[in-house]
């Protein structure tokens, strides 16, 4: 069997984008947090252990929403970047949003896509990815478009029960974060890299990269009941009306063939009745 990929994951928070990794058949590494009392300001990462390099460093000063950014995002993904190097891992990827601004680590070829919630379930959010090699090996990532959005992932001070936001996030129904608040666990995977992205982007990582077989889906999502594929959410059984003619004509044709057995057995058993 192959090797396992060691990865650092920096910035982790409750780190659903390293668990979506780890689920991928990668062994993650978790670098310091402000959450658990660390700073990636203090971190000093040995060179040539890493294989890989994961992490969304803090996104405020970049959000079109802040009237009053300051530049400690920025600081982050220097600090990013500065790892990166110093670690001389093989591959970097970084997440953030899709207005972060553009940076280079010297000594990587670097590629930039954006890719959405959007095309995996319901809910949307946009963001931005970089993925970064030293030998020049790319990602060939999809691109898709979507009409039918059910809603905006989640926030920090979401409205919506814990286990709602935790479907959204691809989270199992029985996730939690015992030594946090409701707030503090709401804020926590709200956070997070939604698994759906992270599996989905872990998955082409681990086929480019690795030249593992085609990645099986590693995040909690459940699909349409019709059988299409499509994701659904909340209370929804279908992905849409057709969807549910569609099982129920299907439902109709089995009440026919179940019908036409029952026939076909009344009359075998008659024509092979002996009194
Ligand atoms: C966008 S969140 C990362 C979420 C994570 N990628 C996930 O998928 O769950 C950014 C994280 O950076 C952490 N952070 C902010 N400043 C930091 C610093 N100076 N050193 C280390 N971590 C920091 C925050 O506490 C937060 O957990
Ligand atoms: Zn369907």
Redesign the pocket.
Known sequence: MAETPLIL???????????AFEANGFCVVR?????TG????D?APPTGCFDGI??????QDFSRLNRNPGT?SHE?TS?FCRVVQTSAVDWFLY?NVVTAPSFQVEGYQQQCFAIDLAWFSPYSRRRNIVFGSKHGKMLNPIIRTKAEIAGTCITGSDERSFAACCEIQGLPADFDLPFFSLAGKKQ??A???PMQL?SYIAGLISSTIYGRGTPKQTYNQRLCNCGCGRPVAGKARYAHASCRKRAQRARNADMRQISTNIVANNSRTHNNYMP
């Open positions: 994951s920096l910035f982790p928070g409750i780190d659903l984008l390293g668990r670098g310091p947090d402000v959450i660390g700073d990636i300001r971190f994961i992490g969304g460093p803090p996104c400690y982050m600090e997440e926590a995977i956070n997070g890299v992270g």
